[in-house]
């Protein structure tokens, strides 16, 4: 790593979020082994007859699963394509009709993560979300490991409400411009700074996205298949308190690791950081009409979101996904400068929509809801009956270490949604709360913390060309391997807080209908 003159910071922190974006992932082996393996799984369901107790949709639902599944995890093509084909491979394969397949992809939490996106793009168009980093980061002091822990805090901040990928791509330029100002031919613990600094980047970005349902797609997907599958919703407020605590627990197990595990940092203070951040604020000038409005309408939001429960009890019809569609379109009526016809939010600024996440919840809705209907969830959950020998803390530590593993090598959402119908099923299986299991999953899904491909941050952060591989896969694996104790830990004391989860009891809104 070579540092620049801080004056060169600009055109460096330009090209490193260009390497970022642009880092080319080359088409290899395991995209062309997804084109034999994903539909060779589906032909085989096609000419084979179904194995006993698995009807003849459930089998071809399985084939049709598989095949998604494949193409998910190989990335042969890009994800949101694969998480369409359902419209037309349901259909054809007598899975159901095109109005019971595309029902999902209007699902209303889909509207909920719509709405937040809004609101996370209008931060974004005002400058908010930096403001906020800044002045957290400032605050922080000027010392390795403190600076180090600004950059994780003001990271996962943001992350709660923006995605992982714009917070990542939004704090890298302020952390090479860090980077940039540190002596040339620095010592050592200079150069790990470096180096765990931009890891705190990615980490704090993947990390707040755990503490809220908009933060990450595998939560979300979460809140989806437990609506659309049982009917039953997991309200913002109640994820939160789980998934802040969390966040909170992980954040200084990260900043250990960081700083004194993986990357010895010194105490000295870095000579010029503090003239950067105040360079940096002066940047952004005084706050404008359309930040202070982008944040009234933040709070406002984030605080009904809170509290649903008690509003609901006044206001039946408020939800998280009314809540956050008035808040989304809310951004659109509030004016600027009428003469101008300017407001906090327009039409264009939406182009930045993650369009392909709420196509993929959509996908992995309706590639659940067959799995459920045609018996497939049922069937997985008998061959499962194995395990009933096995203590459960032994299977949920197996189950949650290797979703988390195999979404180092894969996307965690792709991950998320063809795994979590069989992590429910499993629970079932074993007589227990299928919350038990998907909420854990669902977090361990999110930890990405050891290869690029794992989760957006890391693949930003890596492709600016200061963090190697084996740096990266060093720190995380340490991560991974302290984190799955830690989730499910809180997760079990928690969620019978939260979720009355109790051992060994299987809640009535998990239970099959009873047969006419």
Same mark, same amino acid.
């Given at each position: ?5 801080p004056?060169?910071s ?5 090209s490193?979020?260009?390497r970022?974006?642009d ?8 995209h ?16 084979l ?15 049709a699963?598989?095949l ?11 994800i ?9 491979l ?6 159901g009709?095109?109005?019971?397949t595309a ?7 889909i509207?909920?993560f719509?709405?937040g ?8 168009r ?26 994780l ?11 992982n990928t714009a917070?990542?791509l939004?704090?890298?330029p302020?952390?090479?411009s860090?980077?940039?100002i ?9 150069r790990n700074?470096?180096?765990a600094?931009? #890891? ?7 990390t707040?996205?755990?503490?809220t349902l908009?933060?990450t797609?595998?939560?979300?997907l979460?809140a ?5 599958v049982?009917g ?7 994820w939160? #308190? ?37 360079i ?9 009409h359309?930040?202070?409005?982008v944040?009234?309408?933040f709070?406002?939001t984030?605080?009904?979101w ?7 009890g ?14 989304g379109l809310?951004?659109?009526l ?6 101008r016809?300017e407001?906090v ?5 939406t ?14 809705l309706?590639?659940a ?7 497939l969830a ?6 499962s009956?194995g395990?009933?020998?096995v ?12 979703l ?20 429910a ?6 007589g227990?709360?299928?919350?038990l299991? #998907? ?25 600016s060309?200061?963090?190697s591989?084996?740096?990266m896969?060093?720190a995380?694996m340490?991560?991974?391997v302290a ?9 079990w004391v928690?969620?019978?807080?939260v979720?009355? #989860? ?7 809104w998990?239970?099959?209908?009873p047969?006419?």
């Open positions: 790593m070579t540092p620049s003159s004056t060169d600009p055109g460096e922190a330009g490193a979020i260009k970022a974006i880092h080319p992932s080359t088409y290899g082996l395991r062309w082994s997804g084109w034999v393996l994903g539909p060779g799984a589906l032909l085989l369901t096609l000419i007859p179904p194995p006993e107790g698995l009807s003849p949709e459930g089998w071809k639902t399985a084939g699963a598989m998604m599944a494949t193409l998910w995890i190989c990335e042969s093509v890009p949101p394509v694969t998480a369409l084909s359902p419209l037309v349901f259909p054809a394969l007598g899975l009709t095109i109005q019971t029902a999902p992809f209007a699902s209303p939490i509207y909920l719509l709405g996106f809004l609101i996370a793009l209008a931060m974004q005002w400058n908010l979300h930096r403001r906020v980093a800044l002045n957290l980061i400032a605050v922080m002091g000027t010392r390795p490991t403190r600076i180090v822990a600004g950059f805090l003001a990271s996962a901040l943001v992350s709660m409400w923006v995605s917070t990542a939004m704090m890298l302020i952390a090479l860090v980077v940039q540190l002596p040339q031919n620095g010592s050592s613990t200079l700074f470096g180096t600094l931009l #890891l705190a980047v990615a980490y704090g970005a993947t707040g996205g755990m503490a908009i933060g797609p595998p939560n979300a979460l989806a298949y437990v609506d659309e049982y039953f919703t997991i309200g913002f407020g109640q939160m #308190l789980i998934g802040v605590p969390v966040m909170l627990v992980t954040l200084p197990i990260v900043w250990l690791v960081l700083t004194r595990v993986s990357f010895r940092l010194g105490t000295e203070e870095i000579a010029g950081m503090a003239d950067l951040i105040r940096e604020k002066g940047k952004l000038g005084a706050w404008s359309g930040e202070k409005a944040l009234a309408v709070v406002l984030a605080l009904c809170i509290f649903q429960p008690l509003l609901s006044w206001l039946p019809l408020v939800s998280d996904t009314t809540i956050a569609m008035t808040g809310l951004l659109f509030i004016p600027i400068n009428l003469r016809g407001f939010m327009n039409w264009e600024a182009k930045g929509m993650p369009w392909d996440v709420l196509l993929l919840f959509g996908g992995g309706s590639l809801g067959n799995i459920e209907r045609h018996g049922r069937y997985l959950g008998d061959l009956s395990l009933n020998g203590p459960l803390i032994v299977t949920l530590v197996i189950v949650c270490f290797g988390l593993m195999l979404t180092e090598l894969t996307s965690n959402t792709a991950t998320a949604a063809t795994f979590l119908p069989i992590v099923a499993l629970a079932l299986s074993l227990e709360n299928p919350l299991f #998907l909420i854990p999953c669902a977090l361990a899904a999110n930890c990405s913390y050891m290869m690029p491909v794992g989760t957006p941050p890391n693949a930003i952060v890596f492709g060309g200061y963090v591989l084996p740096q896969a060093r995380g340490v991560l991974n984190l799955v104790p830690v989730i499910l830990g809180l997760v928690l969620g019978s807080l979720f009355g #989860l109790e051992l060994g009891v299987v809640p009535s998990a239970l099959p209908p047969a006419p």
